[in-house]
């Protein structure tokens, strides 16, 4: 707890006025010169125990998920998680948190939350009615994610290798080049988070946040917010840094230098693949500690869980979408009619035609379940996300059963029964159309309206099961955290 020095209640900052106010006496103070203050009183009790590296904070644990919240403000009672969406006391204890290097404070309040939340929502035509709800966007909590942000240095000679194509009649001729030069470049603040609790994909659809404006760490800006805990080592994301000020120069170059905009630099020369110094020179410095500000929301419904958040500082919303599937079948009938009736009195399909097309709808929404169960194996192991990777990995090193883990049984991403005879039956009606079109040649129009009506229930079931696994794509497994008190490093 902050305490007014006026007053004695609790000081909250304030993203509008970017001070410290008080709620009681309506005092407010530069947070700055405020810890400064606070620091000199306290220092006489604590001036030999003091470590600077770190600041007294309270723990908040979900009992149900395990995820954990930190906040400066002891007097804070925290009623519902934010990662599983669960309305249960979190349990709390007092802690030492690691003091970060940086922090973007809170520049958008939670009234500019709500309102781009819901410029986002009132365009989803097809949103399920509940995620419009004053309950649910009253749900927000602004939260200081923590990210790693790196210094990227190029310097030196560049040595790159690049190739161009020319076709001569029916031979295409390839020609390879070594290109090189001299590079002095800079990249400051990369940013990528810190926290395997906040998914990359949610961090990347908020970028970019404006590091020209982070300052150095002070607690007073955390107070009336929370805090997520860093657990992923600063290592994880240091050649992604690398690559991506590589890609930038690249760029760069080819747009500057008009001799070598012809040429298409080769993949191999990327320090992501080959690590950093391959390409030009390239020196990640030390990656800074920061916390960054996010307006959090989590949905809850039975045993999946959506998420909305907003960059407390630019107000750029990423919200997991999910759609109302019978308001979804509704319209998607009604259009197909209006289609129908438009394309019955201006056009002229022969049965075949008709069939034709039907088998290829049919095989296209198939193709497209695939995909999507693909996907959603993907973001249920976190096969693209490097932070759960890099947590899951120090996990499985530090366990002393060295036995290869069995495989996560994902049961969102298998067939169904039903989807399997329905996929069993399409592959054996484009068969049948296939051979009634190109073998067969069937004369009468009969058998050929006979397979279109097969084939469109059979799309329209696979429609349902294309809706099903996008729902499931766009919300999440409830969460489940084994903390440890995260990563010294980190």
Request: include cysteine; aromatic fraction near 12%; proline fraction near 5%.
């Amino acid at each position: 707890m902050i305490v007014c020095p006026s007053c004695g209640a609790n000081l909250k900052f304030d993203p509008t006025k970017q001070r410290m106010l008080c709620d009681f006496c309506g005092s407010d103070f530069d947070p700055k010169e405020f810890d400064v203050k606070a620091d000199a009183q306290e220092q006489q009790v604590t001036e030999q125990t003091e470590d600077l590296d770190t600041y007294d904070v309270t723990v908040f644990t979900c009992p149900q998920c395990g995820g954990e919240l930190m906040s400066v403000d002891s007097n804070t009672a925290a009623a519902f998680c934010s990662f599983c969406g669960a309305s249960t006391i979190l349990n709390s204890r007092i802690a030492k948190g690691k003091r970060p290097e940086f922090i973007i404070p809170f520049s958008k309040t939670k009234e500019d939350c709500k309102e781009a939340y819901l410029k986002i929502v009132r365009r989803a035509l097809f949103i399920p009615r509940e995620y419009k709800s004053k309950e649910c966007i009253d749900g927000f909590r602004g939260i200081y994610m923590p990210y790693w942000s790196y210094d990227v240095k190029q310097s030196g000679p560049v040595k790159l290798k690049g190739k161009t194509e020319s076709r001569s009649g029916d031979y295409i001729i390839t020609k390879h080049y070594s290109l090189s030069g001299e590079i002095d470049a800079s990249y400051e603040g990369l940013s990528y988070d810190a926290s395997s609790s906040f998914s990359d994909s949610i961090s990347e659809a908020l970028a970019p946040y404006d590091v020209k404006q982070r300052i150095p760490f002070e607690p007073s800006y955390m107070s009336g917010f929370y805090a997520d805990i860093a657990d992923v080592d600063k290592a994880v994301y240091s050649k992604e840094a690398a690559g991506f000020a590589y890609d930038r120069s690249v760029e760069r170059i080819k747009s500057e230098t008009p001799e070598f905009r012809k040429f298409t630099i080769e993949d191999e020369n990327r320090p992501a693949d080959k690590g950093p110094g391959t390409a030009f020179s390239s020196r990640t410095m030390k990656g800074h500690s920061s916390m960054y500000p996010v307006w959090f929301m989590s949905y809850r419904n039975g045993d999946r869980i959506t998420y909305a958040t907003v960059n407390g500082q630019t107000g750029k919303v990423a919200a997991d979408l999910p759609i109302d599937v019978k308001k979804y079948l509704l319209f998607s009938g009604v259009l197909a009619l209006i289609i129908f009736v438009i394309l019955n009195t201006f056009l002229v399909l022969t049965p075949k035609a008709v069939l034709v097309t039907a088998s290829i709808l049919t095989i296209a929404v198939f193709l497209i379940n695939a995909v999507q169960r693909n996907t959603i194996k993907k973001a249920v192991t976190g096969e693209d996300d490097k932070g759960i990777q890099s947590v899951a990995a120090a996990a499985k090193k530090a366990m002393k059963d060295k036995k290869k883990a069995p495989e996560p049984d994902i049961p969102e991403a298998k067939m169904s029964p039903v989807e399997k005879i329905t996929l069993f039956c399409g592959i054996g009606s484009v068969v049948i159309a296939a051979l009634m079109i190109f073998f067969i040649h069937v004369v009468h129009d009969m058998p050929y309206y006979v397979m279109c009506i097969f084939d469109a229930v059979l799309f329209v079931l696979s429609f349902r099961f294309t809706l099903k696994n996008y729902n499931i794509m766009a919300t999440r497994r409830l969460p489940q955290f084994d903390r440890k008190g995260g990563d010294d490093r980190a």
